[in-house]
């Protein structure tokens, strides 16, 4: 099953999974967020499909964002605006649980996390040229030693001393030894479609460090027919709406289960993964999986190599190690 190529942001799940390609895919109502919406695309909260791939346990949502809903999205994300915005459709999403965020993002244990996950597999201590691709300020870069360091981060935010920033994906550079992606592959809408940039990003035999979330949680219990009814409710009462997502928020994130007839707002996240999806997206864009599971930091990684697939003239194509 091939992976498929180009994925319409309105119907992601229609030419099957977007990690292995399998066709049969369960799918359940879910809710997209009040403020997901209105700031992407100026709408109200609305009802979207989450679908599960049997095969490799991947899950994401039918409805994905267009180039311009992205750019509108992620226009001065996580300012101050973005919290206060964020703050009035999600009362739980306090100063308090942003700062939290922040603090996660640049701490210590995560570099170590990565330069542990490097290290176990078997990937060079030091390289030419290092790129952290959607890395904030390029904090994670401290768990790599590199000639040359640099970030790619579209948002407004400066770089870390003796790390190159670049804001503009069209001048960014290419030939890199080991590109560093955390927590970016679980919000775009095209996982495939980036990691197709990521390869091409990548010097022949360069290195990847992908990070993703691991987001598991079990489906709500009760009747589907039920639980979607349910769901076109609460988009008709937002102080229902706004106390339900809370419940469900909690329950999934303390309890890792959903209550009778819960849903897992999309918000942010597009994409959930597991270890067999993340392998199999990898596999599918070309990429050789040097090793895959849970880091340090209890996120979902992969290390995985780009080698260069040569036309071989009468037998196709071959593989070169170097
Ligand atoms: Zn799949």
Redesign the pocket.
């Known amino acids: 099953m091939a992976v498929p190529d180009a994925v319409d942001h309105l119907r992601r799940s229609a030419q099957g999974?977007l990690?292995?390609g399998?066709r049969e895919l369960r799918r359940e109502a879910q809710i997209v967020s009040g403020f997901l919406a209105a700031r992407a695309w100026g709408g109200p909260p609305q009802i979207t499909e989450l679908a599960t791939?049997p095969?490799?346990g991947?899950r994401f949502y039918e409805r994905g964002l267009s180039e311009a809903e992205t750019a509108r999205y992620y226009r001065g994300y996580r300012d101050a605006e973005y919290v206060r915005s964020r703050w009035r459709w999600e009362p739980f999403y306090t100063q308090g649980q942003h700062q939290a965020l922040l603090e996660w993002t640049h701490s210590p244990l995560r570099a170590e996390a990565v330069r542990a996950a490097l290290t176990q597999s078997g990937a060079p201590a030091q390289y030419a040229s290092a790129l952290d691709h959607g890395g904030d300020q390029g904090q994670m870069l401290a768990a790599v030693e590199a000639d040359r360091k640099a970030v790619y981060e579209p948002s407004a935010c400066a770089a870390a001393q003796g790390i190159a920033r670049y804001d503009d994906a069209a001048r960014l550079p290419a030939g890199w030894n080991l590109i560093l992606s955390c927590q970016v592959l679980e919000h775009v809408s095209s996982p495939s479609a980036y990691l197709r940039d990521i390869a091409a990003l990548l010097a022949d035999s360069g290195w990847l460090y992908i990070e993703v979330p691991n987001e598991q949680w079990r489906p709500a219990p009760g009747s589907e027919a039920l639980r979607a009814a349910w769901l076109n409710h609460l988009l008709r009462w937002r102080p229902l709406l706004m106390a339900a997502d809370l419940l469900c928020t909690a329950c999934r994130i303390k309890l890792g289960r959903l209550p009778p007839f819960g849903f897992v707002a999309m918000r942010e996240h597009m994409n959930y993964f597991t270890a067999a999806?993340l392998r199999?997206i990898l596999a599918g864009n070309g990429f050789t999986i040097e090793s895959c599971g849970i880091n340090g930091a209890g996120q979902l990684f992969a290390v995985a190599r780009k080698f260069a697939t040569v036309g071989a003239g009468s037998g196709g194509t071959v593989t070169t190690f170097t």
């Open positions: 999974c990690c292995c399998a791939c095969a490799c991947f999806s199999a």
